[in-house]
């Protein structure tokens, strides 16, 4: 008789074990519903599946209000540093655009000059006119790019500065979280779930074990007292 002592701890860890397994797979399993003689079978599909669009719609909303808030993600523009590169690349098209312009303008001037459309005469006049005109434009062109360039990039960035906020409130960073995750399929779900979360879960299940072999030595004990 002393063996059905062992019999409730033993019965209780493997019941707890398999109770908590069993939680677990319910989670995600079965993928689908399933029916039986046109019936749906009760708890199918898994919790996860069953309840997806609620999931992402609870997800989609923590990043929205908590993770990429739009206060965070001007913080993140701000930090990129963009206004410095934005300054680069204006710089770097004005230097284009001006040395494409004064290169016009040079060429047109001494077109002028060796068609005689300017009345000069001599070739040591004109190599003078023709270096003076030179540093002349050289001169024109460091002006006007300073000039561009500063009032280029204050109005470009007063124009970011006034349309960042609107086009981050245009993000639709909830929508977008929505799509994403209702696009992962369950199987890829599970494993992503259970991939990061397996020690944990295996505790939970070691757990179940433990605690249903407790229940059976409490109740192997009540059933010697009587």
Same mark, same amino acid.
């Given at each position: 008789?002393?063996?059905?002592? *062992?019999?409730?701890?033993?019965?209780?860890?493997?019941?707890?074990?398999?109770?908590?397994?069993?939680?677990?797979? =319910?989670?995600?399993?079965? *993928?689908?519903?399933?029916?039986?003689?046109?019936?749906?079978?009760?708890?199918?599909?898994?919790?996860?599946?069953?309840?997806?669009?609620?999931?992402?719609? %609870?997800? %989609?909303?923590?990043?929205?209000?908590?993770?990429?808030?739009?206060?965070?993600?001007?913080?993140? *523009?701000?930090?990129?540093?963009?206004?410095?590169?934005? #300054?680069?690349?204006?710089?770097?098209?004005?230097?284009?655009?001006?040395?494409?312009?004064?290169?016009?303008?040079?060429?047109?001037?001494?077109?002028?000059?060796?068609?005689? +459309?300017?009345?000069?005469?001599?070739?040591?006049?004109?190599?003078?006119?023709?270096?003076?005109?030179? +540093?002349?434009?050289?001169?024109?062109?460091?002006?006007?790019?300073?000039?561009?360039?500063?009032?280029?990039?204050? @109005?470009?960035?007063?124009?970011?500065?006034?349309?960042?906020?609107? =086009?981050?409130?245009?993000?639709?960073?909830?929508?977008?979280?929505?799509?994403?995750? =209702?696009?992962?399929?369950?199987?890829?779900?599970?494993?992503?779930?259970?991939?990061?979360?397996?020690?944990?879960? @295996? #505790?939970?299940?070691?757990?179940? %074990?433990?605690?249903?072999?407790?229940?059976?030595?409490?109740?192997?004990?009540?059933?010697? =007292?009587?």
């Amino acid at each position: 008789m002393h063996w059905q002592l *062992f019999l409730p701890p033993i019965l209780g860890a493997f019941i707890g074990y398999i109770t908590n397994w069993l939680a677990i797979k =319910m989670l995600f399993r079965p *993928f689908e519903p399933k029916y039986i003689f046109g019936i749906k079978v009760p708890f199918t599909p898994g919790l996860i599946p069953k309840r997806r669009k609620e999931i992402a719609e %609870a997800i %989609a909303k923590t990043v929205e209000e908590h993770i990429l808030p739009q206060e965070k993600l001007m913080k993140l *523009f701000e930090d990129s540093k963009y206004k410095e590169r934005l #300054h680069k690349r204006i710089e770097l098209v004005i230097d284009d655009l001006i040395e494409s312009i004064v290169s016009d303008i040079r060429k047109t001037i001494k077109e002028g000059i060796s068609l005689g +459309k300017i009345n000069i005469k001599g070739t040591i006049v004109l190599t003078a006119v023709d270096k003076l005109l030179d +540093k002349a434009i050289d001169n024109l062109k460091e002006k006007l790019k300073k000039k561009l360039i500063e009032k280029a990039s204050d @109005k470009i960035e007063k124009h970011i500065e006034e349309e960042l906020p609107i =086009m981050i409130g245009q993000l639709k960073i909830r929508e977008m979280v929505i799509e994403t995750f =209702m696009e992962i399929d369950i199987e890829t779900l599970e494993k992503i779930v259970i991939g990061f979360s397996e020690d944990q879960l @295996k #505790h939970i299940t070691y757990t179940g %074990a433990i605690l249903g072999f407790f229940i059976g030595v409490v109740q192997s004990i009540v059933s010697l =007292m009587n």
